[in-house]
């Protein structure tokens, strides 16, 4: 695509500064224009090289990948696992906050930090970049409304069914959640006999092993209730117990031979030898767990010609998974990239965040320091001996965000509760969200700074509103933009039921999201600059 008048980058005016010993001579460092320690530096006028932005075929692509993904990973801490191993196969080194990055961050380089081993933040530094540059940020969530096993969540059999105490996150456990094939896995806590270290390792089992049954319509009014009770009728089967009759079957609630206070011991014992059956460990060894219950169907490709993605955990592995992907195509070291050359100035960043669907208020969450931190600490590597806080209040005011959150589709069964010219569509486009309550971020700077971006990589906005007399959603863009003043946009792919069990987008819309977020990273300076 022909790109727009503005060619120049963006005109960034930097004091001179000593930078790092780890640079070398002249890396990362302005030109000695003078010798006094004041006088900004001259604008830096340079080309920007064309980008290649996805074709039709590299967006159809994406579908596949993306059901596998789903499906393999039904819990935040698989998801964030998965795309920290994507990460790392496309040249993005973990670090961890327990120790200094000073040194061991470069221009050029890829990495990637997680939190609680659920949320993930992954950022390319420009071979040309300096402290106070700005940053193309992406801010989306990877947890996703769901069900979680209580810290004690043996229950008493009943009428010969062995039970189990759940809890619903967020929106779980609503009616969407009866007769579902639902499965368990999640984060288990493993002490090392040999070392007495304590390790955290992932868990699922690969078959349903719960449900939350229905009462047959035959018995009446109980079996329509709208309001059941999520505490005393919606808890699932995991298994029987008939011991209490003849023909009995033997009694399982014993089948563990560990000692009192044990963690284990807390914990119902059949579920106790399928964790340590699956993951080949003693139950003493379990100190801890952080255990899902979730949907078990794969996502698959439906419609006549296949235009729907059907899936689980849609809201938000969406466009979580399109933004790693976005920054992995954008970073990529290819003929056609110049990410490795001196054209590249600026921070691209992704951040996947969990709890957001309770809030976001958790240290893992989007309002937490992760980010700003994260910001602050690569800002910090390469200020040298001047002002940190004055270098990341310019990199803040020099950056752009998106808040990338899923939208809501059109309903052509309720049209007639959206907002007219304001329904967006599946395979079209990312959808800017906008809200006059101040739910998004987005204004008309950040939808105009969105549009050019769009145009510069052949990528179509629609637009998404509430209407006045329906609620608003809220995402993670309100609160990062607050904190760290940072421009920014709410936008997002369209899907229909949203916290539902089983939800809908399109097959080409994961694709639709890589290019425009990799579009915002590759064309980024050049739009920045005509936003001066």
Known sequence: MTRSKATEGPRYTTPMYTAPAFLGPGVGQPSQVSAQPN????????????????????????????????????????????????????????????????????????????????????????????????????????????????????????????????APYAGGLNKTWWDRDLGIGGKVLVKDASTGKIEARLFKLDWPIARIPTLAPHFGAPAYDPNPNPETQMVPIIGLDNSGTEASTPNNQSLIGCSAGVFASTQPPRLVTAVTKEMQVEPQDIVNWELEVFDTQPAQLGGLDKEFIFAPRIDDKLCSYAAIEALIASTEESADSSFLTEDDSILKIVGCFDDEEIGSLLRQGAKSNFLPSTIERIVAAFAGSLSIPEYIAQTHANSFMISADVSHAVNPNYVNVYLENHAPRLNVGVAVQADPNGHTTTNSVSTAFLQKVAESCDSQLQVFQIRNDSRSGGTVGPMLSSAMGMRAIDAGLPQLSMHSIRATCGNLDPGLGVKLFKGFFDHFEAVDAQFQ
């Open 39 to 166: 006088l900004p530096l001259r604008p830096r006028t340079r080309k920007m090289p064309a980008r290649k932005n996805l074709s039709t075929a590299d967006v159809e692509s994406y579908a596949t990948p993306f059901l596998k993904f789903i499906t393999e990973n039904p819990t935040v801490f698989h998801a964030v696992e998965e795309l920290g191993k994507r990460l790392q196969a496309h040249g993005f080194t973990k670090l961890t906050s327990r120790e200094p990055w000073f040194g061991k961050i470069r221009p050029a380089g890829k990495y990637f930090i997680e939190r609680n081993g659920s949320s993930i933040i992954a950022f390319a530094i420009g071979s040309n970049y300096q402290a106070g540059n700005g940053a193309a940020v992406i801010a989306s969530h990877v947890d996703a409304v769901t069900t979680k096993v209580k810290p004690i969540p043996t229950k008493p059999t009943t009428a010969g069914y062995v039970q189990l105490g759940i």
